[in-house]
């Protein structure tokens, strides 16, 4: 969670991105300190200069670019103080994140969505490094601090950035060294939440030859989501620390060679997954302590015991090394060469139920290492034809562990609908759980035992039939000794993991070139095969025994067992110790788990591998009918390899379930123009594209976990504008607007909306300015907007959330979040051209309440969870350059 309430897709300083625009990198002060309004105007002036962009892996203006991109300059991420992924979104049309964590965001270009955790999961969208793919999403929430620009490249653009960029890519290009000057900035920021950052940046000319640029942000704010028990802490905190170093040597004219690493480390509290439907209680005396708002506080707290006694939250640690080299082989032929290795650890202890008591307590543990290496030669000798050729190799290995632990007592209350005590507490409501120790009393347990199976019995035979026979049935399958027994068993703190790994090598071969048929026409083609051999492994495993609660489920749910073996299976359930005698002695009970079945020997580890190949590829026409005038057509092809998915075992013993997804491929039509009018004070800028997906990936909820299946077809619409005008320094307007019609087109999900896609997004504000007194004051408000957004592509629809894709069916449609408005505004005042700038923030500024995630791995459970979006924040920033 972050300090800013950024949700919506939308705010028009992107626009910025595509006109002759603010300068892109730190500049070092005058040597004149005494620096007067009219010289800051003067270097104001100075800095208007044509933005240059390598979305298309050349230099070029914005202007010049066949597809929609949305850029942001070093001065634009200043002045909106933008520094992470939340804040970008809400001012780029058609791009969208949801933050649960740094360690869990959804990023979304025109309605698609990437965010899962599997180490065989393939991205459709990718957060790049200067052109290095961050290709999983619990390595991709990387700081924004000390860049030169970010391109936000929508639509596929496999052909030229690989792999991750099915439908679009997004490239932070970090600021490099300037080998002529030395200088620096320091920052500071204080709020409320007791929020602050403190942030620098030192730039070295060493020689005429070297350079170094160092720079380091760490930021930490309070939880917005109180929590309401003793020892936790508040809720979607922020505790955040980043480093970058970089070493440039120019030893030629002809080349240049950047040594760039980055460190990043986050341990924020724990994420509010609030339930509600159950109150926040006091787990030991059963008082309620809070309402069902989103935005009250949660009495979340993992199990005892749970990963060696862990508190809720996250411990994240991202690094890596990037070599750029750059050489002019000749005027004409230049060579690209980029060389990286990155890794990344998590650990996320999740409170997964929502509520006080330790139903399901959840981790997830990922390892990542990736290794990779580009080469592209460019043509470019001034003439009408411009192109490059390239090969890159890409190895990465991934491993995802997640560990649940259940209170079997608590879980089975859950599932016989009784809570709240289920009566024994007079008067009790149903929203308010009952004390942690009622569910220790056998015989409140073994009454819900019988319960559960009644009601199983209920549910297999006619309607109609008598109490008295389906009574007799249940004594005779499950009499009252045995369900005190099985009560008896029941565990505090079963425990259950699984493993799944993944190894891939990728090969690429790609090209693009582009011909300039006129002064005014161009045309263009790239194309581009990649070759992936992958593995994936899975070993599932109980830590602490079999789950009685799951035997027993097995035994009245296990198809085609006769009567006789569902009476032996419940009756060794209620043998004493039953959770922990060994198969070979308590036949004929298998090693069951609740969530995830144990391969065999409980935990060996079983693997599969496919190799798979594919092309994608892009044509395009640009006509200009001047410098400042673009109209565009692209088609192009993307392409998500095939997945091959991972399932734990249906029974205890039995074989892992590989799944091979067909690839994922969409066709893309987009046409539009850029333009720059009235002295180029007056920027429009529109697209309009259409998008045909086959064999459309997601993911399907199994139980309490989750697993990659085909949807089949899908399709989406839609138009992006974008409206910027200065008519002079003292004013600048912007507003933007952007509509995407996506719909699934066949199967069990026909006719239902994309996840976190909006069909509108919409916003607008301007930026005053003046001279005042021997400064320069500003002020900037704006406000977003977005429409309804479901959180899971079932749409949180009934029909798709019964057994067995849950346990417990959902019958309320209500995960999704209408449509809201955020309002935002800064005031700032500088000297000496900004040299010391003091500035004043509002984030949410009206309080809206709005949720940012809904459903999760609780709704398996029929607890679906809730995460508050962030409330009004505010503070001031200071910032001094020397």
């Given at each position: 969670m972050q300090s800013r309430a950024l949700y919506a897709a939308g705010s028009l300083l992107a626009l910025i991105s595509a006109?002759?625009?603010?300068?892109?990198?730190?500049?070092?002060?005058?040597?004149?300190?005494?620096?007067?309004?009219?010289?800051?105007?003067?270097?104001?002036?100075?800095?208007?200069?044509?933005?240059?962009?390598?979305?298309?892996?050349?230099?070029?203006?914005?202007?010049?670019?066949?597809?929609?991109?949305?850029?942001?300059?070093?001065?634009?991420?200043?002045?909106?103080?933008?520094?992470?992924?939340?804040?970008?979104?809400?001012?780029?049309?058609?791009?969208?994140?949801?933050?649960?964590?740094?360690?869990?965001?959804?990023?979304s270009i025109r309605g698609i969505t990437v965010d899962s955790g599997f180490s065989y999961f393939e991205p459709r969208v990718s957060i790049y490094q200067d052109g290095v793919s961050i290709a999983k999403p619990?390595?991709?929430?990387?700081?924004?601090?000390?860049?030169?620009?970010?391109?936000?490249?929508?639509?596929?653009?496999?052909?030229?950035?690989?792999?991750?960029?099915?439908i679009g890519a997004v490239n932070i290009v970090q600021a490099k060294p300037d080998l002529d000057s030395t200088y620096g900035r320091v920052r500071g920021e204080y709020g409320n939440f007791d929020y602050w950052l403190a942030e620098a940046m030192l730039n070295a000319a060493i020689s005429p030859q070297v350079g170094l640029r160092v720079s380091g942000r760490y930021k930490k704010r309070d939880g917005y989501v109180e929590s309401l028990l003793p020892g936790v802490e508040d809720f979607n905190s922020i505790e955040t620390g980043a480093a970058r170093a970089i070493l440039r040597v120019e030893p030629s004219d002809k080349l240049t060679f950047d040594l760039?690493?980055?460190?990043?480390?986050?341990?924020?509290?724990?994420?509010?997954?609030?339930?509600?439907?159950?109150?926040?209680?006091?787990?030991?005396?059963?008082?309620?302590?809070?309402?069902?708002?989103?935005?009250?506080?949660?009495?979340?707290?993992?199990?005892?015991?749970?990963?060696?006694?862990?508190?809720?939250?996250?411990?994240?640690?991202?690094?890596?090394?990037?070599?750029?080299?750059?050489?002019?082989?000749?005027?004409?032929?230049?060579?690209?060469?980029?060389?990286?290795?990155?890794?990344?650890?998590?650990?996320?202890?999740?409170?997964?139920?929502?509520?006080?008591?330790?139903?399901?307590?959840?981790?997830?543990?990922?390892?990542?290492?990736?290794?990779?290496?580009?080469l592209r030669l460019t043509w470019d000798n001034k003439g009408p034809v411009t192109a490059f050729i390239g090969a890159s190799y890409f190895h990465e290995k991934s491993s995802q562990r997640q560990a649940v632990q259940f209170d079997e007592r608590t879980a089975l209350a859950q599932i016989a609908g009784a809570l709240n005590g289920g009566g024994l507490i007079p008067g009790r409501p149903a929203t308010d759980p009952a004390p942690l120790g009622l569910f220790g009393n056998t015989l409140f347990t073994t009454a819900l035992l019988r319960g559960v199976a009644r009601q199983g019995i209920v549910n297999s035979v006619p309607i109609g039939t008598p109490d008295f026979i389906i009574d007799g049935v249940l004594d005779t399958l499950l009499p009252l000794p045995v369900a005190a027994g099985i009560a008896g068993n029941l565990k505090a703190d079963h425990g259950e993991q699984d493993i799944n790994r993944s190894k891939t090598e990728a090969f690429d071969i790609f090209g693009d070139v582009t011909w300039k048929v006129s002064d005014q026409f161009e045309l263009g083609a790239g194309l581009r095969w990649t070759h992936d051999d992958k593995s994936t492994s899975i070993s599932d495993s109980v830590l602490n025994g079999r789950s009685i609660l799951g035997g027993f489920l097995g035994a009245l749910q296990t198809p085609g067992l006769s009567d006789a073996e569902r009476?032996?299976?419940?009756?060794?359930?209620?043998?004493?110790?039953?959770?922990?005698?060994?198969?070979?002695?308590?036949?004929?009970?298998?090693?069951?788990?609740?969530?995830?079945?144990?391969?065999?020997n409980n935990g060996d580890e079983l693997e599969a591998k496919n190799k798979d190949n594919g092309f994608t590829w892009r044509l395009f026409g640009r006509y200009a009918p001047n410098d400042d005038t673009s109209f565009y057509a692209i088609y192009a092809r993307g392409r998500r390899p095939e997945v091959l998915s991972a399932l734990n075992p249906a029974v205890p013993f039995g074989d892992p379930r590989f799944t091979l997804v067909d690839a994922e491929t969409v066709d893309s039509f987009?046409?539009?123009?850029?333009?720059?009018?009235?002295?180029?004070?007056l920027y429009l800028d529109a697209s309009l594209f259409y998008y045909k997906y086959d064999n459309f990936q997601t993911l399907e909820q199994v139980g309490t976990t989750f697993i990659t299946t085909n949807a089949g077809k899908a399709k989406s619409y839609g138009l992006e504008a974008q409206l910027r005008y200065e008519p002079n320094r003292n004013l600048r307007m912007f507003a933007n607007y952007a509509f995407n019609h996506a719909r699934f087109k066949t199967g069990v999900l026909d006719g239902n909306r994309f996840r976190l896609a909006p069909e509108h997004s919409f916003s607008a504000g301007f930026t005053w300015a003046a001279n005042a007194g021997p400064g320069r004051i500003d002020f900037t408000p704006a406000i977003t907007y977005q429409s309804k957004v479901f959180f899971d592509d079932n749409n949180d629809r009934p029909e798709l959330q019964q057994p067995p894709a849950t346990l417990l069916p959902d019958f309320v449609q209500d995960e999704f979040q209408k449509g809201y408005a955020l309002v935002s505004a800064r005031l700032g005042y500088g000297l000496l051209a900004d040299k010391y700038r003091v500035e004043l923030f509002i984030e949410n500024a009206l309080d809206k309440e709005y949720i940012k995630d809904a459903g999760n791995s609780g709704d398996a459970l029929g607890l679906p969870t809730f995460i508050a979006g962030e409330p009004r924040t505010y503070g001031i920033q200071l910032t001094a350059r020397f």
């Open positions: 006109t002759p625009a603010l300068a892109q990198n730190e500049q070092a002060p005058p040597p004149d300190q005494a620096v007067t309004k009219d010289l800051a105007a003067d270097q104001a002036a100075a800095e208007e200069e044509t933005i240059v962009v390598t979305a298309q892996l050349r230099e070029q203006r914005p202007v010049e670019i066949p597809f929609a991109l949305s850029t942001f300059t070093s001065r634009t991420l200043e002045d909106l103080n933008i520094q992470e992924f939340e804040d970008l979104a809400r001012y780029t049309p058609g791009f969208a994140v949801q933050n649960q964590s740094p360690n869990n965001p959804a990023i619990r390595g991709a929430y990387v700081e924004l601090f000390d860049v030169e620009r970010v391109e936000i490249s929508k639509g596929p653009q496999s052909t030229l950035y690989g792999r991750g960029a099915l760039i690493g980055n460190y990043q480390k986050d341990t924020p509290s724990g994420t509010s997954f609030k339930s509600l439907l159950y109150r926040p209680t006091d787990p030991v005396t059963g008082e309620v302590l809070g309402e069902l708002d989103v935005g009250d506080g949660a009495a979340l707290a993992p199990g005892a015991g749970f990963e060696g006694g862990k508190d809720l939250g996250l411990d994240r640690k991202v690094w890596g090394l990037t070599g750029l080299t750059k050489y002019e082989l000749s005027p004409s032929w230049t060579l690209n060469a980029t060389t990286a290795y990155r890794e990344f650890h998590t650990l996320e202890i999740l409170d997964i139920d929502g509520t006080s008591l330790p139903i399901i307590t959840g981790a997830e543990e990922f390892d990542n290492k990736q290794f990779s290496q580009d009476i032996g299976l419940l009756q060794a359930l209620a043998v004493p110790g039953a959770a922990t005698i060994p198969p070979s002695i308590l036949y004929p009970v298998p090693l069951f788990g609740l969530t995830f079945q144990p391969t065999a987009e046409v539009g123009a850029k333009a720059t009018l009235v002295d180029r004070k």
